[in-house]
Structures are given as structure tokens and as C-alpha cells.
């Protein structure tokens, strides 16, 4: 297998970065994932989401770190005439943009899609938003939160008879960067093929709606709107959670042959047998009659004893584990799921991607950077004299990492 081979898929391409947050950045680092090249692009103060915290590990976000391995940063004032000039260097032999600005900005800075993808017709331009890039609330800001509320997620979420909740991980800013990751790759591949760049807009609202699509397209079938209902109103019967005599499990009845391998296990010999329960239509009706006796069964056994019994017989089974027990899943150790921060002595970890490749054996793992730690050297690269940075950074236009950059270029 080749170097390059390992690199990854996307091994020379390379991606500029200029959002901010977690969706934006997410995306970013899949495609670095994948062998991309990433220039994070940052204001001169940062982006917001190095401050996210606590949890701080020497005084670095874990939240930033989560979402920005693998990428190299450039920090620019693109207020300033300078400051743009270096991004348009960048991008002149760049592959993808992404950004997640306010359209208005964009226009004033002359980076909106039609005016870059006008002057670098070769370019992917990712616009990632809460909203889309058109329509009356385009400009509206979008978070995690108003996307899960305003698709209608939060709305079937949480306990029985309880308040609407918000699903507590920041899952549309992923969802999203998935979803902008595969869109940017087909543009690429058209890209490749015919010479010519794309447009990909991508929203947090949009996402949450394809989230909700079998429950949307449920409810326009004719079925009642749905309310929080603790996870018992799957289209499939039995599918949901249940008290056993030390903690919580989850069942996931998929077919009818199931439900007779669980049902008779269990020893509810009669549920099994019974024809008013023989389909999945059948059980839906009889939800709350099955839902009284296997609660009742599964209340007089431990966890283990289910979850053993239960996958004996080929029964979708869990705990409903904390993250202390994740982090020590034997299917997520022997996975290698979990990376730890290079430079944190393990006190830092990242979430491999959710994707594997065979010519891709060991995942690229490499430090999230300091901000404007790679300024220098991009500039140099592009062929600015160490005179023009240096009196770019005096000014303010750039921010250049004392770490990484010679004494010269800030003297």
C-alpha cells in the first residue's frame, strides 16, 4: 500500500475554512479526515468556539478541540484590504470554501458565492447557515437549539406527558457537517470531471427537517401528532425503554419473528401466541397491553441477565449506558474509537469519524492548532517577504503565533 494510498481519498485537495462554531469546522475536519488539507481561516480574536467552556484542559477548549483536528490555522482581519488579499491568494489554488457568515457580511466583503465562484470558477463554495441561503428568514442566526425546536424534533422528545427537551448533544451542528461533507465530496467529484466548481447550501434547520422526515411524512399519512412520549411511539411495537431490576435497557423489536423469539424468552409463551399480536399493525394497537406485561417481567431481573438472555436469541437489546461506560465500551476500546489529543497525555480525547476506509488503516490524528499558528508559513508559501507579514501584523491585518513563527517576521 502507498503513501499516498494512506494519505486518504482526498489526499491534495485542499480546503479553506472560514467558519465558526461546531458545524462549519466539523465538516471541515471530515474532509481533513479524509486526507483534505484544512486552512482554518480565523479572526485575528479567534474563533468563538475556542472559548466554549469549562470544560477547559490547559486552558484549551474541549469543545474546539472536539471539532478541529487535522487543520492547519491562518488568522486574517478581513476588514482590511490586506487581510482579503491574503485569503484570495488562498484561494486561488484552493479546492472548497466553507463558511457559515451572515449573507449581508459576506456581500460587504465581497465573498458571497456569486462574487468568489465568479472569480475562482474551479471553487466548491460551502454556505452552511441556520436557515438557508435564501428565503424570508435567511438571515436569521441558527443554533443547535432553534434548529431542534423549529423542525419539530423537540417536539416528540422527553418524557411521557413531560415538556418538550432538546436532544442533549449538539446534534444538528453534526448532522449537518455530515450532510455538508457529502455534498461537498459529490461537488468535488463533478469538480474533477468537468472543471467546474458548485454552490452547496446547507442549513441546521433543513437537516433537523430530514431528521424528522419518517416522522413528517407519518403525520401527513393521517397519524396523530405526536407528542413526547419517552420513546414508546416508534412506528414498531415493542421499541423502547424499560426498567429492569437494577437500571434502564432498551428494546428493539424489528420484525415479527422477533417479537416471538423476545416474547418467548421472556416467558409471555401466551403474547407470542396470541394472533391479535402477530403483526407489527396488530402490536401497535396493543402497545400498552404488551408494554404493562414486559415491563413487569423485566422488573424482576437485572440488566445483565436480559441483555445476555436477549442477544442469545438475536433480540436488539442495551443498557442505556453514561458516558463512563461508553468510554469503556469494549466495542468502542476495540474500535480504537475514541483518539486522544495529541500533546494532552490523554486528558483530551476526539470522536473518530463515523466513516472507515480499508486504504485508510490508522486515522489521521493530528493536534487541533493554536490560533494563527500556520499564518506564517501559509504567507510564506504564498510568497509574502517576511517584510509584508511583519508589517501586516503590526497592523493588524494578520495575527501570527509566537510559537511557530520566527523572531524576524515579528520584529
Known sequence: ?????????????????????????????????????????????????????????????????????????????????DGREVLFRILADADVFVESM?????????????????????LVYCALSGFGSDGPHRDRPGYDLVAQARSGLMSVTGARGGAPQRVSTALSDIATAMSAAMAINAALVRRFREGI????????????????????????????????????????????PFETADRSIVVAIGNDDMWKRFAYE???????????????????????RIRQHVARVLATEPASVWIERLTRVNVPVSAVQTLSEVVQDSQVQFRGSLLSVPGSE?????????????????????RFPELGAHTYDVMCELGFADADIERMASDGSIYVSNQTTPVRALS
Not at 503513501?3 to 466539523?26: C, F, I, K, Q, W
Not at 467552556?53 to 474541549?62: Q, R
Not at 490523554?346 to 493530528?366: A, D, I, W, Y
Open 1 to 81: 500500500m502507498t503513501a499516498e494510498a494512506n494519505a486518504g481519498p482526498l489526499a491534495g485537495v485542499t480546503v479553506v475554512d472560514m467558519s465558526t462554531s461546531y458545524a462549519g469546522p466539523t465538516t471541515s475536519m471530515y474532509l481533513a479526515d479524509l486526507g483534505a488539507t484544512v486552512i482554518k481561516l480565523e479572526r485575528v480574536a479567534g474563533d468563538e468556539a475556542r472559548g466554549w467552556g469549562p470544560p477547559f484542559v490547559d486552558g484549551k477548549s474541549a469543545w474546539f478541540a472536539a471539532a478541529n483536528r487535522n487543520k492547519r490555522s491562518v488568522a486574517l482581519n478581513l476588514k482590511s484590504e
Open 102 to 122: 451572515n449573507p449581508v457580511k459576506l456581500t460587504s466583503l465581497g465573498i458571497d458565492p456569486e462574487t468568489l465562484c465568479a472569480r475562482f470558477p474551479q
Open 197 to 240: 466548481g458548485d454552490v452547496v447550501d446547507v442549513s441546521l434547520f433543513e437537516t433537523d427537517l430530514a431528521l424528522m422526515a419518517p416522522r413528517i411524512a407519518s403525520f401527513h399519512a393521517g397519524e396523530v401528532e405526536p407528542t413526547p412520549s419517552g420513546g414508546t411511539d416508534s412506528v414498531l411495537a415493542v421499541y423502547q
Open 266 to 288: 421472556i416467558g409471555l409463551d401466551a403474547l407470542a401466541n396470541d394472533p391479535e399480536l402477530a403483526t407489527n399493525a396488530h402490536r401497535q394497537l396493543g402497545r400498552e
Open 346 to 366: 490523554g486528558s483530551m480525547v476526539t470522536v473518530r469519524s463515523p466513516f472507515r476506509l480499508g486504504s485508510v488503516p490508522e486515522p489521521r490524528n493530528e
